[in-house]
């Protein structure tokens, strides 16, 4: 199994990935599930094959679209020698409901819990609402016209209310979805509160207390499960922030090093070389030749994979 980490960009209710690049074959027979630290809402307009939901796989083609909650294994396999075209919209629910409901936490809990109550994998004309809603928040990022990130968060705020009501829980039934792996179940809280700080100075015992385990613990536990340790994870996270801020800004390296939480530019300048092969000027200089290799920078989440 795979942890795949993504950030939902400063200021934005949603990271949406869309276009040439995400029209390929997916991953013909892949024997693997992955799981994200964010909810993932995938539309297919074109293509067919599987999809698999925990241990229930489904046949897909275009017209279909898939609610997946943040912790949830899945992934998508392609037809054999077809091409699909996916979009894919991520969503920081717990941010987003937290900051939304900051005045009344009860509220908020209440639809965090209930949005991320299950997975869902219909039809469009099943829950055409739904499916219009995302048409269009995937539209609004693409075109990027006046005003689209308000547009885009009262577009977000209306599909994930959409959610929790389409997710009525029935108390009997239902029950949350996590990664069933005992041990990569353990460290998750730690997981998020590394994509929540990374820009502070972290230091092993807050990760071990947010847990509830020994630092010895937490350290075993996270070279077994993602086969490195929270230091080099931590700095995995911090690289990728980097990398945005690299290609985005004509901010210093100096500055991008210690917003990215980098504490010298010294072990800023060691750690992205030792993770993508070139320096941060490089990248910058030329991203899309280096891009690929932090995308499939994969975390594998067991052994033997």
Same mark, same amino acid.
């Given at each position: 199994?795979?942890?795949?980490?993504?950030?939902?960009?400063?200021?934005?209710?949603?990271?949406?990935?869309?276009?040439?690049?995400?029209?390929?074959?997916?991953?013909?027979?892949?024997?693997?599930?992955?799981?994200?630290?964010?909810?993932?809402?995938?539309?297919?307009?074109?293509?067919?094959?599987?999809?698999?939901?925990?241990?229930?796989?489904?046949?897909?083609?275009?017209?279909?679209?898939?609610?997946?909650?943040?912790?949830?294994?899945?992934?998508?396999?392609?037809?054999?020698?077809?091409?699909?075209?996916? =979009?894919? #919209?991520?969503?920081?629910? &717990?941010?987003?409901?937290?900051?939304?409901?900051?005045?009344? *936490? @009860? !509220?908020?809990?209440?639809?965090?819990?209930?949005?991320?109550?299950?997975?869902?994998?219909?039809?469009?004309?099943?829950?055409?609402?739904?499916?219009?809603?995302?048409?269009?928040?995937?539209?609004?990022?693409?075109?990027?016209?006046?005003?689209?990130?308000?547009?885009?968060?009262?577009?977000?705020?209306?599909?994930?209310?959409?959610?929790?009501?389409?997710?009525?829980?029935?108390?009997?039934?239902?029950?949350?979805?996590?990664?069933?792996?005992?041990?990569?179940?353990?460290?998750?809280?730690?997981?998020?509160?590394?994509?929540?700080?990374?820009?502070?100075?972290?230091?092993?015992?807050?990760? =071990?207390? #947010?847990?509830?385990?020994? &630092?010895?613990?937490?350290?075993?536990?996270?070279?077994?499960? *993602? @086969? !490195?340790?929270?230091?080099?994870?931590?700095?995995?996270?911090?690289?990728?922030?980097?990398?945005?801020?690299?290609?985005?800004?004509?901010?210093?390296?100096?500055?991008?090093?210690?917003?990215?939480?980098?504490?010298?530019?010294?072990?800023?300048?060691?750690?992205?070389?030792?993770?993508?092969?070139?320096?941060?000027?490089?990248?910058?200089?030329?991203?899309?030749?280096?891009?690929?290799?932090?995308?499939?920078?994969?975390?594998?989440?067991?052994?033997?994979?």
């Amino acid at each position: 199994m795979e942890y795949r980490y993504y950030e939902v960009p400063e200021k934005c209710p949603v990271l949406v990935l869309q276009g040439e690049k995400w029209l390929q074959n997916y991953g013909y027979q892949i024997d693997y599930l992955h799981f994200h630290n964010l909810m993932e809402i995938g539309f297919c307009y074109y293509g067919e094959g599987t999809i698999v939901l925990e241990d229930e796989e489904l046949p897909y083609h275009g017209g279909m679209f898939t609610v997946v909650p943040k912790n949830f294994p899945h992934t998508t396999n392609s037809k054999e020698n077809s091409v699909c075209s996916w =979009a894919w #919209v991520f969503v920081d629910v &717990e941010g987003f409901i937290t900051e939304l409901y900051k005045g009344n *936490m @009860r !509220m908020a809990q209440k639809l965090i819990a209930r949005i991320n109550q299950k997975a869902h994998f219909v039809k469009n004309e099943e829950r055409p609402e739904v499916a219009e809603m995302i048409k269009l928040i995937i539209k609004c990022m693409g075109e990027k016209r006046e005003f689209y990130l308000e547009e885009v968060k009262g577009l977000t705020r209306a599909l994930l209310m959409q959610i929790a009501r389409w997710n009525e829980r029935d108390e009997e039934q239902e029950k949350n979805s996590i990664v069933d792996d005992a041990s990569i179940a353990l460290i998750l809280p730690a997981l998020d509160y590394i994509g929540e700080n990374y820009k502070e100075i972290l230091r092993i015992e807050e990760l =071990a207390e #947010v847990c509830h385990i020994s &630092e010895t613990h937490l350290r075993r536990i996270f070279q077994e499960s *993602m @086969r !490195m340790t929270p230091v080099e994870y931590i700095n995995w996270v911090r690289i990728r922030a980097a990398c945005k801020e690299l290609r985005k800004t004509n901010i210093s390296v100096n500055e991008i090093a210690m917003r990215s939480g980098f504490t010298t530019i010294s072990t800023f300048n060691r750690n992205f070389r030792r993770i993508l092969g070139v320096s941060p000027q490089q990248w910058r200089s030329a991203p899309e030749h280096y891009e690929r290799k932090l995308l499939n920078f994969d975390i594998k989440t067991q052994e033997g994979w």
